[in-house]
């Protein structure tokens, strides 16, 4: 049977849209508006954002010559300091962090004032885990692997209180919490792993298991995407990994029955139509 099929939970989750949302209406009210880094994770989004006047703010130094403008924090959220230096040129700032991280800031505030060390797993180099440290009072590590955990050492008594990357792959998550129990008596293990997260990675698992090609669609710095391509490429070896209709190569399904198909949490529903289409007549015609 020939079938195409799409994950139910493929493209923007709660944060994304809201995000999104927020910086499309402030762009119809006109007026000097940036985001503070890319809003969200895809090229095709941010780039329409542009040709409606809004601009990105991409370097550590430019929120200090910023003024007389709106600042829109993106989803993925900043470092306290940044609200700081941006209230201080009188910006007026609309917050878009998603709720979920803003959640993930207050546990390592809190807790680091307890006086408990922070370990984060996740990407370091990650916009949102660089900005959910920068909320730590003290000692914050930053680890994904056991190799980056096998280089902390902790004294007799120390409390941590360990964290996650809401897009992280939940799994990996949890080896690495074992890990750090057998290390560390005292410790407190909060799963800050999105929901949505969860589940699209587990959807993206099942599909592509029963998928003999599997197609990802996100942008290419996009951390959920890209982990959805690793869980997929191990279940299906036929999976490709796509920002747009026009980096797939559609005769590569010319020999395939079945095709799955999951985005990142940053695709617009019109790119994942697009390509659903596509694969579709594509399907059609081989049979």
Partial sequence: MKEVKLADSA???????????????????????????????NDEVVSDLMERGVLVIDTEKEPDNV??????????????????????????????????VKKIHRIVDTHSLNGETIVIVGNPDHPEVIGIKGWCNGDAYVVSSKEDLDKLSFFDGEKVCIVAQTTYNINNFEELVEILRKRVYDIIAVNTICNATEERQTEAKALASESDAMIVIGGRHSSNTQKLYQICKNECECTKYIQTLSDLKLEDLESVRSVGITAGASTPNNI???VWQACQKKISQNY
Avoid: W
């Fill in 67 to 100: 003024s007389d403008a709106t600042v829109i924090i993106r989803s993925h959220g900043v470092a306290r300091d940044i609200y700081t230096r941006l209230e201080k040129n009188n910006i007026r700032i609309v917050d878009a962090t998603c709720p979920f």
């Fill in 11 to 41: 493209g923007f989750c709660f944060g994304v849209r809201r995000a999104v949302d927020m910086v499309y209406k402030e762009a119809q009210k006109g007026g000097r508006i940036y985001t503070y880094g890319p809003i969200i994770h």
């Fill in 272 to 274: 994942i139509e697009e």
